[in-house]
């Protein structure tokens, strides 16, 4: 048995082997497919959410044939041109807004003293106020609407239901959301920061004011803007204690029977721009001042 | 599910440990409960006690002189006796209405896992853009978002042609179309979920409303839940040769319960009782609670049988929701 170096044997084992492959561009594909499946899984339902919200955008330029814009016809600006000559969305709009903006106020002011207490105290009944603040957010939006219908009938106020009761209920509904909102932002503060300021000689008004409450604003931002959007766009609860008055949503809800004119849709469009821009302009504000320092 | 303690109710600050500011009286917490807990009060829980007054009243409001009557000697059960007749028995609108949601909430929660998974483990920088992404679609009208469905699942469009094509709408058909060997289901879907060759005016698309019109809820509870959780637990489960499906089962998604509850009860409780997808995207016959109660009280006028089926749905929400949250707690949930 004749004897071979090392390197000898290691040059066999090679030739041996089978020869390396670069694996196909098939094999890479279908190995990269199944590292990011979770991904185009995701990629997926981002697309189920977005498609109603094209498809709102895109039928706000149709033309349609007849009074229903389900099919697409042909395009046009007129819905864009007209849409502040229909008095009737106009008058829900002008309706709707007001509502969201005293809903949005009053909810963001009670449902942030809330937070606070919630937050920041220890208090008897704890649990009971935490049970109160959760129920509105898990009780059927019908069961709260049609409750509240019942009490303005009972206490003889059938007929004046509308604008005021609207805003009473939205107020209602609003108050759990703005709580959850402001409380998660005061929870996650650092009570270092509050220390500090104390261990400075600030008094407690002083550090509330300068630095408790900067520190929360954002949270409570947040929660006026969901009170906002939740007031203004809701429907279920507004449709048992309306009465007479149409907002924004109840008039959607009245022309779907008869056709949804592309007015309509526009609306939708610029709800969504305007919503768009109030969100991401201070992401990239922040990005940029962040890339500059 | 097993009832493995979520972690982060054990992280969170037990309620003993909020430091009260120094100096504040202690009437302080109820000065600043006041005003919202009393609203609260006179315009949450004073109209729920009416509500269970008038489904206990005799009176209608388009007939007579309109006024209700409630007499404590004289409760009027039979106006439950009549929701159930009605809307158990003769039409099941009622089990209809949990199943609808219960199939929604489930579709949900797959379609949100991946999302929620994907922004909180897979997204680095884009996270902030993903989740304000999440939330996009509640920026504008959630009723025209619903009703462009009417436009996306239109007879022989394109989305309707290819779950033809792919046997799909066929497959779904002939699965769920079980004439009489399971009478209960039969009443339910007397159609299968859905018709061979159309999807709207069908359960199918009042399911798929209902589950893209509460697919955020589903997805920030699970998002917020799956961020939370230390990513070392995931990396020793691998460690110790688990793989991947393994490491998700008995790791990842036990940890991530707390959101999965907290998802599952914001989709199912508004589902359950929403009117508006039946009402755009059904046909008159996938009529579920919300349609018959808004039924009830605009066009009948029958107040305490309207009030007693509303509160019929409560109660069974109440029910449900108090089995299963047992688990997760309300503090965890608030």
Known sequence: ?293 | MSAAPAPGAAAKAPADDVARPVGAHKWTPYVLLTPGMLWLGVFFVVPTVMLVKMSLSSGTAFSGDGSFTFSRSALQWSNYGDAWTKYVIDTPIFQKSLIYALIATTLTLVIAYPLAYTIAFKSGRWKNFLLVLVIAPFFTSFLLRTNAWQTILVDSGPVVTFMENIGLLDFLHTVTNIPDSWPSWAQIFPDGITDPNRVLATPLAVIVGLAYNFLPFMTLPLYASLERIDIRFIEAATDLYSSAWTAFRKVTFPLSLPGVVAGTLLTFIPAAGDPVNAALLGSASDAMMGNAIDAQFKSTGNYPLAAALSALLMFVIVAMVSVYVRRAGTEELV
């Open chain 1, 1 to 293: 048995m004749s004897t071979i170096t090392i390197d000898e044997r290691r040059a066999q084992a090679l030739a041996e082997l089978p020869p390396y492959r670069e694996p196909g561009i098939l094999a890479r594909g279908s190995r990269w497919v199944r590292a990011h499946i979770i991904q185009f899984c995701a990629a997926g339902a981002l697309l189920f959410m977005f498609i109603p919200v094209v498809i709102v955008v895109i039928f706000s330029f149709n033309l349609p044939d007849g009074k229903y814009n389900y099919v697409w016809a042909q395009f046009s600006t007129s819905a864009w041109v007209n849409v502040w000559s229909n008095t009737q969305i106009t008058d829900s709009l002008t309706i709707s807004i007001e509502i969201a903006l005293i809903s949005t106020l009053v909810a963001t002011v009670l449902g942030t003293l809330i937070a606070f207490a919630i937050g920041r105290h220890n208090f008897r009944g704890r649990g009971g106020t935490n049970l109160l603040i959760f129920m509105p957010m898990a009780t059927p939006e019908v069961v709260m609407g049609s409750s509240l219908l019942t009490l303005f009938v009972l206490a003889g106020q059938e007929g004046s239901l509308g604008g005021l009761t609207i805003t009473i209920a939205h107020i209602m509904f609003c108050i759990s959301f703005v709580v959850v909102t402001v409380k998660a932002r005061i929870a996650g503060l650092d009570s270092r920061l509050e220390q500090a300021a104390m261990d400075l000689y600030a008094d407690e008004k002083t550090t509330f004011a300068k630095v408790t409450f900067p520190l929360v604003l954002p949270g409570i931002v947040a929660a006026a803007m969901l009170a906002f959007s939740l007031s203004f766009d809701d429907f279920v609860i507004t449709n048992f204690t309306s009465g007479q008055t149409v907002t924004f949503p109840m008039y959607i809800w009245g022309a779907a029977g008869r056709g949804i004119p592309p007015e309509a849709n526009v609306v939708g469009a610029i709800m969504f721009g305007l919503a768009l821009i109030v969100v991401l302009v201070p992401e990239i504000v922040r990005g940029v001042r962040k890339s500059r320092a």
